[in-house]
């Protein structure tokens, strides 16, 4: 792989003085071209630079600018854990996965990412002085300081992942929600870009989703914002959703919702479907059986649509974006999805926010890392 700096000698009118051994300050000469390397005419001063630049030096003053061209994007879920290494343009040079050690309450899960970012900068022979920083997407509310509230699937409690991440790594890092994440991914390289404010629905296994306002994610007070699946849809609802509440989004809009709502509305007429022949159909036989004219999927695939044109309509009136960008297994359907959704908006958007765009996912699996990437970036901060 090939290693980019960026040598200089270092001026500055700044009078504030640094110790050379300072650890801010690590010695890097060995892995420089001897001749790179000056002798700083002015010891005594330092040089005010940005946060994509650091400065190295060593005990005789011989001293480097070097620009920091790459970082780790990390997408952290249940099962797998997504890493991938970027130049700063968002540019993935690798990506490669490690298993989430989920065991005795996940405390090998840091330890194990810290050595897979250590050992590929090992293997790449780049040195952490050319690293901005690791970001990092985690499937529970997170602090802007970097700590966790809890994440039930991996059987952590209260901690800051933001410290411990990087006293194991050496290098910065930042933490942020896995669907808050995906979205500023999305916003950044994928069906948001070229849009300030949007906001991302993730219809899954469950509805996620993230809010992005004049490029920042939305986090909350305590880490909850956008947690748009549990918005409330259906207040007459009995059966609880896994949430504990009743009604919530994601019991009619997620993949699985979408098949326990069709399963009911199948059972309530006698009208011939396909589906019938299928007693454990998927959301995916639901969407293949209206595309093939079936009348009771098309027929109950109209109440879908405006379950969900409701809810995205609701978080339009709050947040007014300029995009909503739909992702998650159920927007394979395609475009047929968005003309089904926005035939339904018309009804439930006020008119001050009924100018934008429904979007469709572009990234996939990428969104997390790319997302976890942008939030390290100096534009980002």
């Not at 040598?7 to 009078?15: A, F, N, Q």
């Not at 059987?155 to 808050?180: Q, R």
């Not at 994928?190 to 992005?212: A, C, E």
């Amino acid at each position: 792989m090939v290693k980019a700096y960026s040598i200089s000698v270092v001026l500055s009118e700044r009078s504030e003085s640094k110790d050379p051994s300072s650890p801010e300050f690590p010695d890097i000469s060995s892995i420089l071209p001897q001749k790179s390397r000056f002798r700083n005419p002015h010891p005594s001063k330092t040089f005010p630079l940005g946060k994509s630049r650091k400065i190295c030096y060593n005990k005789e003053n011989t001293t480097w600018e070097v620009l920091m061209n790459y970082g780790f994007g990390i997408d952290l879920g249940g099962t797998t854990v997504k890493l991938a290494f970027f130049q700063k343009d968002g540019t993935m040079l690798h990506k490669w996965e490690i298993p989430t050690d989920t065991s005795e309450s996940g405390k090998r899960i840091l330890p194990d990412i810290a050595a897979a970012v250590l050992g590929h900068l090992d293997s790449s022979r780049i040195p952490k002085a050319d690293v901005l920083g690791i970001g990092i997407a985690v499937p529970g509310p997170v602090l802007p300081d970097g700590t966790v509230n809890r994440c039930v699937n991996l059987g952590w409690g209260v901690f800051n992942i933001a410290t411990t991440l990087s006293a194991l790594t050496g290098l910065p890092v930042k933490v942020g929600n896995d669907a808050n994440v995906a979205a500023l991914g999305e916003y950044w390289r994928g069906g948001g870009q070229g849009y300030r404010s949007m906001v991302m629905v993730t219809l899954g296994t469950g509805v996620g989703g993230g809010v992005i306002l004049d490029g920042k994610i939305l986090h909350g007070s305590m880490g909850g914002g956008g947690e748009i699946g549990h918005m409330t849809l259906h207040r007459e609802e009995t059966i609880p959703c896994n949430c504990g509440k009743c009604g919530c989004v994601e019991q009619y809009c997620s993949a699985t919702g979408i098949v326990r709502t069709a399963k009911a509305y199948l059972a309530a007429t006698d009208a011939p479907s396909v589906l019938r022949a299928l007693p454990d159909f998927s959301c995916k036989d639901v969407f293949d059986a209206a595309d093939a004219g079936d009348p009771v999927a098309l027929a109950y695939l109209e109440t879908f649509y405006a379950n969900a044109a409701e809810f995205i309509s609701n978080i339009c009136c709050v947040v007014n974006p300029e995009a909503v960008v739909i992702g998650g297994g159920v927007s394979k359907a395609g475009q047929p999805l968005l003309d089904g959704i926005r035939r339904h908006m018309d009804r439930f958007l006020f008119h001050a926010v009924s100018n934008m765009e429904l979007r469709l996912a572009t990234l996939g699996n990428d969104a997390g890392a790319i997302g976890a990437l942008r939030m390290i970036l100096p534009e980002n901060n």
